[in-house]
């Protein structure tokens, strides 16, 4: 069980352009999902929290006209990159907390590499 | 000072032997706490979860948590090439919305 899974697992795309990164937990709901990116060797930075139905709560620093959230349904958080630059590039991961769990565990989808060319 | 702090490493053990990982944080309000594994390339597993002052057991891995010391550790028994890794520590405050704060990680080696 807790499998998250996301798509796609691995975008090229050329600089100006958007891309969409979904992340669904395929056997529970969950009414919060986070956003991380990493760099090599470095650890996860938080980008934002998605809440369904309400907007994100982005982590300071981070733009969010240019990382936009959406969480439509209990199983789905999308984040798309809007017109995105070579620096954008990174190792993207979402992660899910199962809804009415005692435990605040979260489980991590298998990441998403994004390189902007 | 880092919220969660770990030592990047590398950690290098015999296959056999018991490693240990540390983490100390700095909010002590923080009430539970998780060890990720994550192998190079891929995204962190979840292998670990504590909350109470003590020690959790699982298989090979026993979590160890001091509050009072602010202090959290992963011993990992009888140590095999395939649990080499890097090893996340993170530390989660339940009035932040349940958000997972990192340490940098311990890059763990395990030698045949």
């Known amino acids: 069980g807790a499998v998250v899974s996301q798509h796609p697992s691995r975008v090229i795309c050329k600089s100006g352009t958007s891309v969409k990164i979904e992340c669904r937990s395929l056997?529970?709901?969950?009414?919060?999902m986070f956003w991380y990116r990493q760099f090599p060797k470095k650890s996860l930075m938080l980008m934002a929290t998605s809440n369904e139905g309400s907007k994100a709560t982005y982590e300071q620093g981070v733009e969010k006209d240019k990382f936009l959230i959406n969480h439509a349904s209990l199983t789905l958080s999308t984040l798309t990159v809007t017109s995105a630059h070579p620096e954008d590039s990174s190792f993207y991961i979402c992660?899910?907390?199962?809804?009415?769990?005692?435990?605040?565990?979260?489980?991590f989808g298998p990441g998403t590499r994004l390189t902007v060319t | 000072q880092k919220e969660v702090e770990q030592n990047s490493g590398p950690l290098s053990v015999p296959e056999g032997a018991i490693a240990s990982l540390n983490c100390t944080y700095s909010?002590?309000?923080?009430?539970?706490f998780f060890w990720y594994r994550q192998y190079s390339g891929k995204s962190p597993e979840l292998i670990m979860s504590i909350y109470s002052n003590g020690d959790k057991e699982d298989g090979r891995f026993t979590a160890q948590l001091n509050k009072a010391s602010q202090y959290v550790s992963l011993l990992i028994r009888d140590s095999q090439p395939s649990d080499s890794a890097t090893y996340l520590c993170a530390a989660q405050n339940y009035n932040q919305g349940g958000k997972l704060i990192f340490g940098q990680g311990t890059e763990l080696s395990v030698k045949p």
């Open positions: 909010d002590r309000v923080s009430q539970s």
């Open positions: 992660s899910a907390r199962p809804t009415g769990h005692n435990s605040y565990e979260q489980y």
């Open positions: 056997d529970f709901q969950a009414t919060t």
